[in-house]
């Protein structure tokens, strides 16, 4: 659906016409599903009161902005408290998946949090995930904190709220955009002018930060991966090494590495992995440096 012009956006739109990928992520219940409804301008995925968590798999839908085209993937909550659990690590690997999927590359993420239940774990986690897996500081993330209706300051002055900006400064995570929105109508419509601004807001953000599509290299990406699941201690070693042997023969089998690489490349993941596996936070985050110094032995023989 396209939306009313606005004369406030200046936005640099790459020449010709493509869709750009974005990402929704944040914890269940956080109003993923019901941004992008909003977005879609109609209801194109279930919305839930759950607390169990209503989106199992991530759903992808066109939405045009300001005459470019963007697809939007609705993602799994992953949740702070369920760490280890069957459903969580289901999620992670759900959301892997999407990423790896994605070889026209990803311009945006969506962070979204909901206002006055937002907690520094949530968002060190999730972060941290997105963070690490998919754009190590290159894909911009715009920031969306939902259920802001009821909030009596001035929607955007929440974010300079000491305590809410300092909680995602200790957590490192530092938002290009950001924006208090209300994600529903409500009852009989009762927030529907709050819905029609915010749907504005977010449109806005969308064009004002998306980028050029961003791609890693597959054996670098994996490594990023690595390291973001060591640091944040939260993949079972089976599903690593599981993934580690898939994406090896992937590489082979699309011709991007020789066989004889493959088998370093898993070697060398697994050295690295045990030779760092039990150390310290900021040891695993030496991860790629040791597993790229690994490799490059290895080819010298
Ligand atoms: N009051 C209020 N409710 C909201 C807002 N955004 C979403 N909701 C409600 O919160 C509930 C959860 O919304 P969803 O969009 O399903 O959340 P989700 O993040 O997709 O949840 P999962 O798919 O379970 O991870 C629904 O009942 C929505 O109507 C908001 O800004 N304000
Ligand atoms: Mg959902």
Redesign the pocket.
Known sequence: MSSAPNSEIQASQPENKKSFNVIIF??????????L?MLSGKEVV?????VH???FDSAAHICQIQQVEFRIH?T??LNEDDDGSVQHKEAFVKLYRLVRNLEDGVSLLIY?V?AGRVTSKEVAMNWQVFHGIICKGEVPIILLI?????SDIDQDVWWEQTANAELFRNCVAHPNGVAC????Q?GRGV?KTEYEKSRLKVEKLIIQHYSEPWRLQRVAWLANIYESYLVAGIWPSTRKREILLVEAQKLHSEGRVEEKEARELAKAFEEVEQEIGNSRPEAKKGFRQKFAEKLLDYRRG
């Open positions: 944040g914890k269940t219940g956080t109003g993923k599903s019901s941004v409804n279930k919305v839930d009161n759950g968590g209503c989106t609705d799994v909550g979204c909901a939902t259920n802001s209706e009821e929105i209300t994600a529903t409500g927030y």
